[in-house]
């Protein structure tokens, strides 16, 4: 069995080679470690290969593992988030990229301010159109968008799920529709939306191609999860 340290070696060899492909710089491209459902030392193994930034998919396990692991880590919250853990999502300080609705947005924004505190954030969309899949509708976007234009909520970008083994031809296009609807959006609102949080083990090398800028890699680092 090959160790995190080894896989992540493996993940950031392709990454260069994609990048290196789609003439991109590869600075220009993060790798979030995710680590739901994964223990702690796992995660330190991670971190002392060089790793700091780490995605989790639900609140309460964010949370805990924020208390007990580095603190110079920095924690992104990739999965759906209920209005009732907004609270401690935010005092979690992780980047948030599952924002869905505009209720959800408006509490996010609610809490910050009452915290005192900056969210950031991603807004999810459905580019797909999966019915199984949370996210915005690619209409849906702008409106939200507005809600960020000041205050207490900053958006960095957008972000996006492929279908599970969708086919190539099929990954490119949902990966260039997030991009072109990205572009679209900060010439109609004239906002900077550097982020485009798109790939996973299976598809990053698409997403690469496409203009990803956050990948969220699991178990391509951590080895298949078991739960
Ligand atoms: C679990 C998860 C990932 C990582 O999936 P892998 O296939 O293990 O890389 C990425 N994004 C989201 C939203 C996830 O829930």
Known sequence: MSTIRENLERVKTRMAAAAQRSARPIEQIKLLAVSKTIAAE??????????????EN???????????????????????????KVRAALQSNAIIHSVDSMKLLQRIKRIAEELQSKATVLLEVNISGEDSKFGLDPEQVEPLLEICQEGAVKCLGLMTIAPYQAEEKELHRIFAALRELRDQLQQNCGLSLPELSMGMSGDFEAAIAEGATMLRIGSAIFGERTQ
Do not use: M
């Open 42 to 55: 796992r995660i330190l193994e991670a971190y002392e290969a060089g790793q700091r930034h780490f995605a």
């Open 58 to 84: 639900r609140v309460q396990e964010l949370c805990a593992k924020t208390t007990v692991l580095p603190e110079n880590i920095n924690w992104h919250l990739i999965g759906h988030l209920q209005q009732n």
